[in-house]
T-cell receptor, first 114, second 113 residues
Framework: DVKVTQSSRYLVKRTGEKVFLECVQD?????MFWYRQDPGLGLRLIYF???????EKGDIPEGYSVSREKKERFSLILESASTNQTSMYLC?????????????FGQGTRLTVV | AQSVTQLGSHVSVSEGALVLLRCNYS??????LFWYVQYPNQGLQLLLK??????LVKGINGFEAEFKKSETSFHLTKPSAHMSDAAEYFC???????????FGSGTKLNVKP
C-alpha cells in the first residue's frame, strides 16, 4: 500500500518561530509537492521538487522554503511563522513520466500560528 | 497555463438523488484530469482520472466522469447519492511541467437523509 506520511497531524507554533514540516514517501517517486489548503481557495502549490536537491517555486512560495536531501523526504520550512500561515498543509508525491500519473497525498498537517 | 474552475462551492442533494459536480479546465496542452475526494481532516484520495484512453471514466464508489473536449469539461456524476458521499471534492489538471497538478477550489457535497 502506497504511503505518504506527514510527521504531525496538528501543530501549534508561536509567531516568529522557525517551523519544519516533514514528509516521507515510500514509493520511490521523483516528484514531491507541498500544498496549502484554505477554505474556498482549494489547494495552492507552495513548492515542488522533481529530484533530490531540485526544487521549483509554486504559486505562493513567499515565506516558505524547502529541502530535499533524500529522494523519499521533502521538508517545508517556515522561516519565521506568521499568523497568516495558519492553514492545512498537504504533502504529495507522484511518479515522473510524460504525464497522467496521479498524486498521492499525506494526511495533512493543520498548523496554527498564535 | 493550466487551471481548473469548479462551479458551486456547496452542493446539496437528497440521499438516492443524482450527484453532479462541475469542473471546467483550461489547458494549452492535452490535459490529464483528476477527481479527488477529501473527508474531514484527511488527505486527498483519488476517485478517478482521465488520461486520454476513454472519454467516460469510471472510478471508485460508483462515481464516473466524462471528458468533453468541446466544452473543456470533466464533470463528476453518481446516479444515486449515499450519506457516505458527503465530503469535499476537488478537480485537478496536469499536463507538462513535470506533472505539476493544479486544483480547483473544491465543492462540498452535503447529502440529506
Amino acid at each position: 500500500d502506497v504511503k505518504v506520511t506527514q510527521s504531525s497531524r496538528y501543530l501549534v507554533k508561536r509567531t516568529g518561530e522557525k517551523v519544519f514540516l516533514e514528509c516521507v514517501q515510500d514509493m520511490d517517486h521523483e516528484n514531491m509537492f507541498w500544498y496549502r489548503q484554505d477554505p474556498g481557495l482549494g489547494l495552492r502549490l507552495i513548492y515542488f521538487s522533481y529530484d533530490v536537491k531540485m526544487k521549483e517555486k509554486g504559486d505562493i512560495p513567499e515565506g516558505y522554503s524547502v529541502s530535499r536531501e533524500k529522494k523519499e523526504r521533502f521538508s517545508l520550512i517556515l522561516e519565521s511563522a506568521s499568523t497568516n500561515q495558519t492553514s492545512m498543509y498537504l504533502c504529495a508525491s507522484s511518479q515522473y513520466n510524460t504525464g497522467g500519473t496521479e498524486a498521492f497525498f499525506g494526511q495533512g498537517t493543520r498548523l496554527t500560528v498564535v | 497555463a493550466q487551471s481548473v474552475t469548479q462551479l458551486g462551492s456547496h452542493v446539496s442533494v437528497s440521499e438516492g438523488a443524482l450527484v453532479l459536480l462541475r469542473c471546467n479546465y483550461s489547458s494549452s496542452v492535452p490535459p490529464y484530469l483528476f477527481w479527488y475526494v477529501q473527508y474531514p481532516n484527511q488527505g486527498l484520495q483519488l476517485l478517478l482520472k482521465y488520461t486520454s484512453a476513454a472519454t467516460l471514466v469510471k472510478g471508485i464508489n460508483g462515481f464516473e466522469a466524462e471528458f468533453k473536449k468541446s466544452e473543456t469539461s470533466f464533470h463528476l456524476t453518481k446516479p444515486s447519492a449515499h450519506m457516505s458521499d458527503a465530503a469535499e471534492y476537488f478537480c485537478a489538471v496536469s499536463g507538462s511541467n513535470f506533472n505539476k497538478f493544479y486544483f480547483g477550489s473544491g465543492t462540498k457535497l452535503n447529502v440529506k437523509p
